[in-house]
C-alpha cells in the first residue's frame, strides 16, 4: 500500500513537472509557480499570494543568496514545483533548488569574442514547455535544454550574430511553439518575431517588423532604407488565447538618431504588433512614434487586461511608453483609446484623435545637440510594469529626465554601429529623479509617487495583499504598500554604479513564490540574486 | 591577444584628405564640446598641441576615442571602426597646427602669487602639499585649457566639477549646520566630506533642512588679480602637467 503511494506521489511529481500548454493558460492557479517571463500571459506580474502582507511585510529578512560571474543581471527566473531556472550574464543557465538556494546544474555557453552587443551582454530570462528550457543567445541562437540535466536538446540559428542580431529577451512558450524576438536596433538589422516547434527546433513562422517592397507598409520607408530598418524585438510580449493573439512590442528604427535616409512612417518600428498565434499574420498594429529619431522602442511588456472602458467591457492593453505618453488600446483591433504623458515630456504636446504625438518643433537632433525630456534611455524603458486587479493600479518605474540628442552622418556597414548621432544620457545641471509610479489606468492619472534620487532600472511586482516590491539605481530594494506608495520595507543590496553604460545593479524585476511551503521573494542585484522570507512564519 | 598586438601595430588606414573631414564632422558632433572646436582644448586637453598624455600612437587614440580614459572624464564612443580611424587623422592632422601660446605669463611669478596672495593652497592641492577643499591641481595644465584656467579664476562658478557641488544639512535636533561636498546621495542618505574633510553621512529622515546649491566654495578672484597677474598664473597653472603613462 505505501509502495503504491510513493509511486502515485512520484508518478504525480514527473507528470508535474511537465510544463503544458494548458499549465500556462492557467498559471493564475498556481500562484506558488512562476511559469513565465510576466508570471503569465497577461503580463501582470501579478502574484496572487498574499501570505506576506503590508501587515507583516516589515519581517522580511534574507534566505539565500545565488552568486553569479557577471553583472549586469535582468533576469526574470521561472520558478516549477519547488525548482528555480534562470540565465545569468552572459548566456549561462542555472537550476537551483527554490528553497535552499543549492545549484542542481548549470549551463555554460561558449561565445564568440565578436560579439555584436551594443549595450550589455545581458539576457532577461527562459521559456518553459514539457521539460525543456529555451534561451535565447548573444550570438543569436534559440537553444533548448533538458531541465532535468541543463543538456541541450537543440541548437538552432535564429540569425547571423555577424550582422548585429542578438537575442537578449526572454521567449515566449505559446501552445507547442517558442516564441523568440531579436536585438539589433543599433546594428541596422531587419528586425522579425519568430515562433519555433518546442520539440525539433525547426521555426514554424517569421514575421519582418519591416515590410518588404510589396508587403504593406513598405512604402513608409524610403529606397532601400527597409533593408536595414531595425525594429527589433527584445522584450517579451503577451498572449490571448481567446484571441490567439501575440502581443508585442518593436523598437527603434535604425539608425537611431539620423532619419534622413528613411524618410515616412518606418512601419512597424517603435508600435505594438499582435499576431496570429499558429501563422505568425499581423492582425493589427499601433505604431507609439511614427518615424522615430530619438531611440524611443516600443520595447516594454503589453499589459493585457479585460475591463470596462465607457461602459461596456472591453479587451485593453496598457502601455506606459519610452517616449513618456500612457496608452489605452483595443486588444481586438489595436484602436487607439487613450493617451496622455505619464512624465514630463518636451517633445510633443500631446496625442491627436487618433493617438499620433503632436510634434513640438525643433525637436529632431541636430549636430550640436537638441536637449529633450525625456533622454534617450525614456521615461520608462523595458523593465516590466505590474497591474493588479486588487488596487486597481498599473505601477511602473518612471524616469524625469533630461538627455541630449546629436546627429551624424552615417553609413550602413554591415555588423557596425548603425546609429547617426550620439547622445548625452544625463545632464549633469538638470539630473532629474526616478519613481515607483502607480497611475489609475483609466485615466492615466498618477496616484502617487515614490521618489528617487537616482534612476530606475528594474521592474514592478505586485501581490494579492496590495503590497508593491521594486528596486532602485541606488541599490535599495523595496516593499511599498500598492495604495499609498508609502515605504513598509527595504533593504540596501548596494552595487550601484556596476552596470554596463551607466545602467543600475538592480537591473531587473522582482518575482515571488512558493518553496518549502513558505513566499519567497526573489531581486538580483549586482552579481546576485536575492531571496528574502518572513521571519515568523 | 592577437587583437591587441594586431592592434598595437596597426597604423591608420584612413588617411586621405577625405577621411580627415569626415573626421572633422565627427568630431565636431562628439568632441567639440570638451575638447574645443578647433582642439585646442576646453574643459578637455589641448589635442592641438601634440602632447598626448595617454599614448601618442594610432592605436593609442584609437583606443582611446573607443573606450574612453579610465579614471578621467573622458568617455567610451559608439563610433564604428571608419569612424574611429577618420578622427584619429583629423587630430593627427591638428597636431603641429597649435596656433603660438597665448602664455605670455611668468611661471615662477604665477607660482608665487599662488601660494602667497592668492593662498590657493588652502583649498588646492599641487603635488604632496596643500588642501582637500578644491580639486587637486598637480595636473591641471594637462587637462584645461588656458582660457579654461583663466575662466575658473575669474568666474569659478560657471562650472563646478560634480565632485565639488555643494549641500549644506541642518539637523532636526538644531546644533550647527554643516556643509561639505556631496560624495553620494540616495532617497535616504547624503554622505558629505564636510569642510574640516571628515567623511560623513546623514540620514535624510534626521535632517530639518537641506540645501544644495550652485554656487563656487571659491571665490571670484577677479580685482583680487589685475590682468597681468592673472596671466601669471594661467601661466603657472598651464606648467603644471602630468608626465606620459604610456
Known amino acids: 500500500m505505501r509502495t503504491t503511494l510513493l509511486l502515485l506521489v512520484l508518478c504525480a511529481s514527473t507528470a508535474r513537472a511537465q510544463v503544458t500548454p494548458a499549465r500556462l493558460l492557467d498559471a493564475e492557479k498556481e500562484p506558488g509557480n512562476w511559469l513565465t517571463y510576466s508570471g503569465n500571459y497577461k503580463s501582470w506580474r501579478f502574484s496572487p499570494l498574499d501570505r506576506i502582507t503590508r501587515e507583516n511585510v516589515h519581517q522580511l529578512r534574507l534566505k539565500w543568496v545565488h552568486q553569479m560571474r557577471n553583472p549586469q543581471v535582468e533576469t526574470t527566473p521561472l520558478v516549477v514545483d519547488g525548482v528555480m531556472y534562470l540565465t545569468e550574464p552572459p548566456n549561462d543557465v542555472a537550476a537551483l533548488d527554490a528553497e535552499t538556494g543549492r545549484v542542481f546544474w548549470r549551463y555554460r555557453r561558449s561565445l564568440p569574442t565578436d560579439l555584436r552587443a551594443c549595450c550589455g551582454k545581458v539576457n532577461r530570462g527562459l521559456a518553459m514547455q514539457g521539460e525543456t528550457l529555451f534561451m535565447g543567445t548573444l550570438d543569436a541562437h534559440l537553444v533548448a535544454l533538458d531541465a532535468r540535466t541543463g543538456d541541450v536538446a537543440w541548437d538552432v540559428e535564429v540569425a547571423d550574430y555577424r550582422k548585429g542580431y542578438a537575442i537578449t529577451g526572454a521567449p515566449l512558450s505559446v501552445k507547442n511553439q517558442i516564441v523568440t524576438g531579436i536585438a539589433g536596433g543599433e546594428y541596422g538589422i531587419r528586425g522579425f518575431l519568430d515562433a519555433y516547434d518546442a520539440e525539433t527546433g525547426e521555426r514554424k513562422w517569421r514575421f519582418y517588423t519591416v515590410p518588404a517592397p510589396g508587403e504593406h507598409g513598405n512604402d513608409t520607408w524610403e529606397g532601400d532604407s527597409w533593408k536595414t530598418g531595425g525594429a527589433p524585438t527584445w522584450v517579451t510580449g503577451s498572449y490571448d488565447p481567446e484571441l490567439n493573439l501575440i502581443v508585442w512590442g518593436t523598437g527603434n528604427p535604425s539608425p537611431d538618431w539620423n532619419g534622413d535616409d528613411r524618410e515616412g512612417d518606418n512601419l512597424y518600428s517603435d508600435s505594438a504588433i499582435a499576431l496570429d498565434a499558429d501563422t505568425g499574420e499581423l492582425k493589427w498594429h499601433f505604431q507609439f512614434v511614427p518615424h522615430d529619431v530619438h531611440d524611443w522602442d516600443a520595447v516594454q511588456v503589453p499589459v493585457l487586461v479585460d475591463g470596462d472602458w465607457e461602459g461596456r467591457p472591453r479587451r485593453l492593453v496598457y502601455w506606459a511608453h519610452r517616449g513618456g505618453f500612457y496608452y489605452v488600446l483595443d486588444r481586438t483591433t489595436g484602436q487607439f483609446l487613450f493617451g496622455t504623458p505619464f512624465a514630463n515630456v518636451t517633445w510633443a504636446s500631446g496625442l491627436d484623435e487618433n493617438g499620433h504625438p503632436i510634434r513640438n518643433p525643433g525637436i529632431d537632433p541636430t549636430e550640436e545637440g537638441v536637449a529633450l525630456w525625456p533622454g534617450v534611455q525614456g521615461a520608462t524603458n523595458w523593465y516590466s510594469p505590474s497591474y493588479s486587479p486588487e488596487t486597481g493600479l498599473f505601477y511602473l518605474t518612471a524616469w524625469e529626465n533630461k538627455g541630449l540628442y546629436r546627429k551624424d552622418d552615417t553609413e550602413y556597414n554591415a555588423g557596425d554601429l548603425f546609429l547617426g548621432g550620439g547622445i548625452e544620457i544625463e545632464l549633469p545641471e538638470e539630473p532629474g529623479y526616478g519613481a515607483v509610479r502607480a497611475l489609475d489606468p483609466k485615466t492615466g492619472r498618477k496616484v502617487w509617487d515614490f521618489e528617487l534620487v537616482g534612476k530606475p532600472w528594474s521592474g514592478v511586482l505586485s501581490t494579492a495583499s496590495r503590497l508593491v516590491f521594486a528596486g532602485s539605481h541606488e541599490g535599495y530594494f523595496y516593499a511599498l504598500d500598492g495604495e499609498s506608495g508609502k515605504e513598509l520595507w527595504r533593504v540596501y543590496l548596494g552595487g550601484s554604479d556596476l552596470g554596463s553604460l551607466g545602467g543600475a545593479a538592480m537591473a531587473t524585476s522582482p518575482i515571488t513564490y512558493l518553496a518549502g511551503g513558505r513566499q519567497l521573494v526573489s531581486m538580483a542585484s549586482g552579481h546576485a540574486l536575492f531571496t528574502f522570507e518572513l521571519a515568523e512564519p | ?246
Open chain 2, 1 to 246: 591577444m592577437l587583437i591587441l598586438l594586431f592592434l598595437s601595430l596597426q597604423t591608420n588606414p584612413h588617411t586621405s584628405a577625405d577621411d580627415v573631414e569626415a573626421g572633422k564632422r565627427v568630431y565636431r558632433v562628439h568632441c567639440a564640446s570638451c575638447h574645443g572646436a578647433d582642439g585646442r582644448g576646453g574643459r578637455g586637453p589641448d589635442l592641438a598641441s601634440g602632447e598626448l598624455y595617454h599614448g601618442a600612437t594610432d592605436a593609442d587614440l584609437y583606443r582611446n576615442i573607443e573606450d574612453g580614459i579610465p579614471g578621467t572624464e573622458m568617455p567610451a564612443s559608439w563610433l564604428v571602426p571608419k569612424r574611429l580611424w577618420q578622427v584619429v587623422a583629423f587630430v593627427r592632422s591638428l597636431s603641429g597646427t597649435e596656433a603660438p601660446s597665448s602664455i605670455r605669463g611668468d611661471v615662477s611669478r604665477g607660482q608665487d602669487l599662488f601660494r602667497g596672495k592668492g593662498g590657493c593652497l588652502q583649498c588646492h592641492r599641487v603635488g604632496r602639499e596643500g588642501g582637500f577643499a578644491g580639486p587637486d591641481l598637480s595636473t591641471v595644465g594637462s587637462r584645461r585649457s588656458p582660457e579654461h584656467l583663466k575662466a575658473s579664476i575669474v568666474t569659478p562658478e560657471e562650472e563646478i566639477s560634480l565632485d565639488y557641488r555643494i549641500a549644506t544639512v541642518s539637523l532636526s535636533n538644531g546644533g550647527v549646520a554643516t556643509t561639505g561636498y556631496v560624495r553620494n546621495e540616495d532617497r535616504h542618505y547624503l554622505l558629505l566630506l564636510d569642510l574640516e574633510g571628515k567623511l560623513r553621512t546623514f540620514e535624510k529622515s534626521g535632517l530639518q533642512k537641506v540645501e544644495k546649491d550652485r554656487r563656487s566654495m571659491m571665490q571670484s578672484y577677479e580685482g583680487v588679480f589685475d590682468d597681468a597677474d592673472l596671466e601669471d598664473l594661467v601661466a603657472y597653472l598651464a606648467s603644471l602637467r602630468k608626465t606620459r603613462t604610456h
